[in-house]
């Protein structure tokens, strides 16, 4: 009958599971490959299982992993960091004096690190150039910008940097790198120039002037100090004359009184034809002439000396007018041209400092060096040892695990 084929299965065709193959009755759920599918599906509790099988192996993995990492750590030399802030600096003033920075953070960042600073760092340091390995960041204003290199030495790293700063500055502006820099430092110096030559023609030109003034006050003083002398003199001449005119004229009245008496002795005598008594009154008349002169010789002395008093009151009062002008002109050599000299200093030595600020780039803390070595980093250097070996471990233990796992569903099928 034909309905009993399907149970007349040859040995040949019976399925591996079958006990006359030598299979379990329980292998279905065990190792369970689909026809139907193709693809292989994976028991999570026989891969945890595998892994911990292989723990032993996962193990060993991280061990190595760790004791290379601590290799590397221990050999590895450390490292500091060392750090600059720095900002673009004044590249020239304005005409009312605003500091113009011509230069960008971005185009310093820029600079730095397309490593144009290594032929700045060629002659100053004694590491070569591509040995050396610059930075920059710009900083959360973007006005600052943070300038770093790693350096086993943070002494070094720090000379480094400050010979950086200092050849950039130098190439720059003393060397006329930046035409800009160049231009503005050329306007500077003409303006101090200028002021130089106002000041030393301050001192030539108005400085002599006052000068030229004081000198002809003092000579007039000079010489009206010499007419009150001569003045004086002349008084005390025309006192001793009116001295010597007085005692004349009294002398004379002397005289005269004496005539008159003998004249009187002669008229009571009744001489008065006599020869005597005629020169008598001719001598008296003569006194009388005489005094007189003597009298009026007398108030033009008197006259010449009141008016050497007045002349010499006039000389002091021009004197003190003059010492006025003069205390005014040395106040004014003293403090008005003190001032404007100090005022064109000022000028110069505010321009100076303005040269001094000049600058691409403008230094505002640093070198500093990091306390302890930044690197290797030691935490992150273990814990990625940690992982890594471990992910190794792992990975090598679940491919163990899978090739056990082949080669016995291999055997199996081959003893079946």
Excluded: C
């Excluded at 000068?211 to 001449?237: G, P, R």
């Excluded at 004359?241 to 002397?254: G, K, V």
């Excluded at 106040?331 to 008005?336: G, S």
Aim: net charge neutral; hydrophobic share 35%.
């Amino acid at each position: 009958m034909h309905h009993n084929e399907p149970n007349d299965l040859s040995q040949n065709e019976m399925p591996a599971s079958h006990p006359k193959h030598g299979g379990s009755s329980a292998g279905p759920h065990v190792y369970n490959y689909s026809s139907s599918t193709g693809e292989e599906q994976v028991d999570l509790f026989a891969l945890l299982h595998g892994i911990w099988e292989e723990r032993l192996l996962v193990l060993l993995s991280l061990l190595v992993s760790l004791a290379l990492a601590m290799a590397y750590i221990y050999f590895a030399s450390p490292l500091y960091k060392i750090t600059m802030q720095i900002r673009p600096g004044i590249t020239g003033y304005s005409d009312n004096g605003t500091p113009i920075r011509g230069w960008s953070t971005a185009a310093i960042a820029g600079w730095i690190n397309d490593e144009q600073y290594r032929s700045i760092l060629e002659d100053s340091t004694k590491s070569p150039p591509e040995e050396i390995k610059i930075r920059a960041i710009a900083g959360p204003s973007q006005e600052l910008l943070l300038i770093y290199l790693y350096n086993h030495d943070p002494k070094k790293g720090g000379e480094i940097l400050s010979s950086l700063f200092t050849n950039w500055v130098s190439s720059y502006v003393n060397r006329g790198g930046d035409s800009l820099i160049k231009l503005n430092l050329a306007n500077i110096n003409r303006t101090i120039d200028t002021h130089r030559t106002e000041l030393n023609l301050l001192d030539e030109v108005k400085g002599k002037k006052i000068d030229m003034q004081i000198a002809a006050y003092e000579d007039q003083i000079a010489n009206e100090n010499s007419k009150i002398k001569l003045t004086q003199q002349l008084q005390e001449a025309t006192k001793g004359s009116i001295e010597r005119l007085r005692a004349q004229m009294n002398a004379t009245h002397e005289n005269t009184t004496e005539l008159i008496t003998v004249r009187d002795e002669l008229l009571k005598a009744g001489s008065t034809q006599d020869l005597s008594l005629m020169l008598y009154l001719n001598v008296i008349q003569q006194n009388i002439n005489y005094v007189s002169q003597l009298q009026e010789r007398l108030v033009q002395l008197e006259r010449d000396v009141i008016k050497h008093e007045e002349d010499e009151l006039a000389s002091m009062q021009k004197i003190e007018d003059l010492k006025r002008q003069l205390q005014s002109q040395q106040l004014e050599k003293k403090k008005v041209l003190a001032d404007e000299k100090n005022a064109i200093l000022r000028q110069i030595q505010q321009l100076e400092m303005q040269k001094q600020t000049i600058a691409p780039i403008e230094k505002v803390s640093g070198p500093l060096s990091s306390p302890q070595p930044v690197r290797p980093r030691k935490l992150l250097i273990l814990s990625l040892a940690i992982l890594l070996g471990g992910m190794f471990g792992i990975t090598l233990a679940i491919a163990i695990n899978a090739w056990k796992s082949h080669r016995g569903n291999y055997t199996s099928g081959r003893k079946a």
